[in-house]
């Protein structure tokens, strides 16, 4: 096995984590406290308050990251994870939330606040709030998807109209990811989410998917008797949309027997989707009182709900996905790994689920995208990653583009180095499990 590098460190000025430790995170969890005063059971608000307070001291004041107590881990195992990673990670440099791997502080951030739920029994998501209000706003691009999928006729289509069927739908479910929340506090506005989700700006951003492995993903959806194809999700509202409107291809055009769509079991990276959240979808599509009333919206509904009571929508959760094991890691997760060795493709969203199969790694931007995520390209699961780069961690490229792209953002005055950062640009990259 080759070499592998280091973590990305939220010291490092040239990693995103920087600013997100220093004020991504601080945003965050001062939003959450404030929509802790309307969204957390009056018996418990000031207790759930105080605990979200102290999170935000210790990120504040560069504290030493503290593991989770005994009371915590009984009342979620999991977090022994948690504390095995910190302590080998604390053997090597003394962990700090300003200076310690941002993937594991990330992760371990999100637990911090699960743990507060459930010490005090509140089980509340407390970016629900936000996850609602973006979604609301966003109700033009809601209708133009389901508009597109409700007349989507498959019938009549020979293979290669069924293959730019496959693609565009791909595509969508790809853009979907172009703007999450967790970036909102990051000063991206709701406009612009708006100005990456139509028809039109999808064509024109064909040009940054800057690898781009659908052939392969066709070809092996193609080359297996009809059976499953899984999407490991990303976040809810828009992009669960997007992801769902996928889900609704995949099986009118039968290049799928069933789908089924993992989710988070806790709240995650602040719009991550939890089983709750594909139900207060469902749910919103026809609530006059959430989006404009249309049959579009309706009829779309109509055919989820139909898709999930026949069996062939299925969804699926495992507390795997909110561990800070990356996804080398997948088949040691025996029964989660058994489960997957049944799909013909599985389909990762997103910027995270990307730094995951990578291991948020710092490597060369050149790196085969089969070599960045180690065991995963021999473990038998055909995976494609459909990921918008938020985040340092690319690979794949060719040799030059990374620097081309950095010199492009330096010549209009800006950072460079953090192109990859910016959701503009987006890897389609595909592994048949078989390397
Ligand atoms: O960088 C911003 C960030 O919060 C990252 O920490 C994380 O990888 C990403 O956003 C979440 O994005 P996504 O929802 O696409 O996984
Ligand atoms: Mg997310």
């Not at 498959?154 to 069927?165: G, I, K, N, R």
Request: with cysteine; hydrophobic share 40%.
């Amino acid at each position: 096995m080759s070499q592998v590098p280091d973590y990305y460190y939220n010291d490092d000025p040239k990693s995103f984590g920087y600013s997100t430790a220093r004020s991504r995170w601080p945003k965050i969890l001062t939003q959450a406290i404030d929509d802790a005063q309307t969204l957390v059971p009056a018996n418990v608000k000031s207790q759930f308050i105080e605990g979200l307070q102290l999170i935000l001291d210790q990120i504040n004041n560069d504290s030493k990251v503290v593991p989770f107590t005994d009371e915590e881990i009984a009342a979620n195992p999991l977090l022994k994870t948690y504390n095995h990673s910190l302590e080998e990670l604390n053997r090597h440099r003394q962990l700090t939330w300003q200076t310690g791997p941002w993937l594991y502080l990330e992760c371990h951030l999100y637990e911090m606040i699960e743990a507060i739920n459930l010490r005090l029994d509140a089980h509340v998501d407390i970016f629900s709030h936000l996850k609602d209000s973006t979604f609301k706003q966003l109700a033009a691009g809601v209708a133009e998807l389901a508009k597109h999928v409700n007349h989507l006729d498959t019938t009549q289509l020979d293979e290669d109209a069924l293959s730019l069927v496959f693609r565009e739908f791909i595509d969508i479910s790809l853009w979907g990811n172009a703007t999450d929340l967790s970036l909102l506090a990051g000063g991206v506005s709701v406009d612009e989410i708006k100005l990456l989700q139509g028809k039109e700006v999808r064509k024109k951003n064909e040009q940054n998917i800057l690898v781009n492995d659908i052939d392969q993903v066709w070809k092996q959806l193609r080359s297996k008797p009809l059976g499953r194809v899984d999407i490991v999700l990303d976040n809810s509202g828009f992009e669960l949309l997007a992801d769902l409107c996928l889900t609704v291809c995949l099986l009118k055009s039968k290049l799928a027997k069933e789908v089924h769509i993992h989710c988070k079991e806790i709240p995650w990276f602040v719009s991550d989707t939890m089983p709750k959240d594909v139900n207060l979808l469902l749910h919103q599509l026809s609530d006059a009182d959430f989006f404009p009333n249309d049959p579009e919206l309706t009829t779309l509904k109509q055919s989820l709900q139909h898709y999930i009571d026949i069996g062939k929508l299925i969804v699926d959760h495992h507390p795997f996905w909110t561990l800070d094991l990356n996804f080398w890691h997948i088949p040691e997760a025996n029964d989660l790994y058994q489960d997957l060795l049944e799909s013909n493709l599985i389909i990762f969203k997103g910027d995270l689920n990307y730094r995951k199969l990578t291991g948020d790694r710092q490597w060369d931007p050149t790196t085969p995208f089969t070599t960045a995520i180690q065991q995963l390209a021999t473990s038998k699961l055909p995976i494609v990653t459909l990921r918008t780069c938020k985040a340092d961690v690319v690979v794949g490229l060719a040799p030059g583009q990374w620097e081309e792209i950095a010199q492009k953002y330096t010549d209009m005055g800006q950072d460079g180095q953090f192109w990859v950062a910016l959701g503009k640009w987006a890897v389609i990259q595909f592994s048949s499990g078989q390397s």
